[in-house]
């Protein structure tokens, strides 16, 4: 998840290639559509199982010298409940001036993988400065972890999906890659460049600052109120043309509702009108859409369990709310037994 205040640190882009990507004419399709969920404390696995989730997403912080053996507790966990897992697993940026660092990640990963989790994300938002190094941030490099990454999952087990690292959506640096970081449509066209395509299964992508409904082009009211990251069609078209070989995999899709907390921290003043029914019925539409589109094979909901409202209000995107209430778990119930007989 992008924080919208966050600091930049340097990061130097200059010279790295930025490919023209040419939309495939028949972009892969899949019929193959699951729901599930981001849990801090997988504490509501029956309400998940009401919203149609058979999957649930543990974000993992790798620090060198971890012992991957502690991460089976989560696989084991989850899959006895009957849930698939998925592993966003990221590192920490201060330690990657290591040579070794990334072959010591994607042994890591590797490790893990042999637990025999469904799926891993490898990174999160590396087109960010809080997620990658200073003077570091471009696709390419990105890729070139991912490259590590997934031979290594692949030969500990095959059968587990590699989803590349979602960016962050971003206008922030007006369409370029800048010393600060990268917007997410010129870090996707650095990793096509950089060979990615045959490092995943799946592209990974995020959506979670949106203000209106998910069937929708235009209106936002914000500044720049027509870049694509505003629209959950709009990300649905550039991922799908910066790699129509491969599904769509929405590692987060959340909307931010402060109803029932305080008022919204700065930077997140943008929400201030979404209620928790339009968060449960744009939810619940996404799900039907995404299904419908036949480009995404998963959709991972940002979040379920969060209770932190402060600088960053993560419980603010929670679907169960203050209470214990969930009223996204039946929009996205529904939508769910509606797209399984329903699909336009």
Not at 250 to 264: A, K, M, N, Q, R
Not at 268 to 274: C, G, Q
């Given at each position: 998840?992008?924080?919208?205040?966050?600091?930049?640190?340097?990061?130097?882009?200059?010279?790295?290639?930025?490919?023209?990507?040419?939309?495939?004419?028949?972009?892969?399709?899949?019929?193959?559509?699951?729901?599930?969920?981001?849990?801090?404390?997988?504490?509501?696995?029956?309400?998940?199982?009401?919203?149609?989730?058979?999957?649930?997403?543990?974000?993992?912080?790798?620090?060198?010298?971890?012992d991957p053996d502690s991460i089976k507790t989560l696989i084991d966990q989850a899959q006895a409940a009957n849930f698939k897992v998925l592993l966003s697993v990221k590192g920490v940026p201060s330690e990657m001036s290591a040579s070794s660092y990334n072959s010591d990640y994607a042994m890591f990963l590797g490790s893990i993988a042999a637990f025999k989790p469904d799926a891993i994300e490898v990174w999160n938002e590396a087109n960010i400065d809080r997620e990658w190094p200073t003077g570091q941030i471009s696709g390419g490099n990105y890729t070139n972890l991912l490259k590590l990454a997934y031979a290594a999952i692949k030969a500990a087990n095959a059968d587990t999906l590699v989803i590349s690292g979602a960016p962050a959506p971003t206008?922030?640096?007006?369409?370029?890659?800048?010393?600060?970081?990268?917007?997410?449509?010129?870090?996707l066209q650095q990793m096509v460049a950089a060979g990615?395509?045959?490092?995943?299964?799946?592209?990974?992508?995020?959506?979670?600052e949106g203000i209106l409904p998910p069937d929708v082009r235009s209106g936002d009211p914000r500044e720049n109120s027509s870049h694509y990251s505003r629209y959950f069609p709009a990300m649905l078209d550039l991922y799908t043309q910066a790699f129509p070989s491969k599904p769509l995999c929405f590692t987060e899709i959340g909307y931010l509702s402060p109803e029932g907390y305080d008022d919204l921290p700065p930077g997140f003043e943008w929400a201030a009108n979404t209620t928790v029914q339009k968060q449960a019925d744009w939810l619940g539409m996404a799900a039907q859409s995404a299904r419908q589109s036949h480009r995404v094979r998963l959709l991972i909901i940002w979040n379920v369990d969060a209770t932190e409202y402060g600088v960053d209000p993560l419980a603010g995107y929670a679907i169960v709310r203050p209470g214990g209430v969930c009223p996204a778990c039946t929009t996205l119930g529904t939508a769910m037994n509606q797209s399984e007989g329903n699909e336009g």
């Amino acid at each position: 998840m992008l924080l919208l205040g966050c600091g930049l640190f340097l990061a130097a882009c200059a010279g790295q290639p930025r490919a023209t990507v040419t939309p495939s004419p028949t972009p892969v399709t899949t019929d193959v559509f699951e729901v599930g969920g981001h849990v801090f404390g997988f504490t509501s696995p029956a309400l998940m199982r009401d919203a149609g989730m058979t999957w649930v997403k543990f974000q993992v912080i790798y620090n060198r010298g971890d012992d991957p053996d502690s991460i089976k507790t989560l696989i084991d966990q989850a899959q006895a409940a009957n849930f698939k897992v998925l592993l966003s697993v990221k590192g920490v940026p201060s330690e990657m001036s290591a040579s070794s660092y990334n072959s010591d990640y994607a042994m890591f990963l590797g490790s893990i993988a042999a637990f025999k989790p469904d799926a891993i994300e490898v990174w999160n938002e590396a087109n960010i400065d809080r997620e990658w190094p200073t003077g570091q941030i471009s696709g390419g490099n990105y890729t070139n972890l991912l490259k590590l990454a997934y031979a290594a999952i692949k030969a500990a087990n095959a059968d587990t999906l590699v989803i590349s690292g979602a960016p962050a959506p971003t206008g922030f640096f007006s369409g370029k890659c800048t010393p600060d970081g990268c917007d997410d449509n010129i870090f996707l066209q650095q990793m096509v460049a950089a060979g990615a395509v045959n490092f995943m299964d799946c592209t990974g992508i995020h959506y979670n600052e949106g203000i209106l409904p998910p069937d929708v082009r235009s209106g936002d009211p914000r500044e720049n109120s027509s870049h694509y990251s505003r629209y959950f069609p709009a990300m649905l078209d550039l991922y799908t043309q910066a790699f129509p070989s491969k599904p769509l995999c929405f590692t987060e899709i959340g909307y931010l509702s402060p109803e029932g907390y305080d008022d919204l921290p700065p930077g997140f003043e943008w929400a201030a009108n979404t209620t928790v029914q339009k968060q449960a019925d744009w939810l619940g539409m996404a799900a039907q859409s995404a299904r419908q589109s036949h480009r995404v094979r998963l959709l991972i909901i940002w979040n379920v369990d969060a209770t932190e409202y402060g600088v960053d209000p993560l419980a603010g995107y929670a679907i169960v709310r203050p209470g214990g209430v969930c009223p996204a778990c039946t929009t996205l119930g529904t939508a769910m037994n509606q797209s399984e007989g329903n699909e336009g």
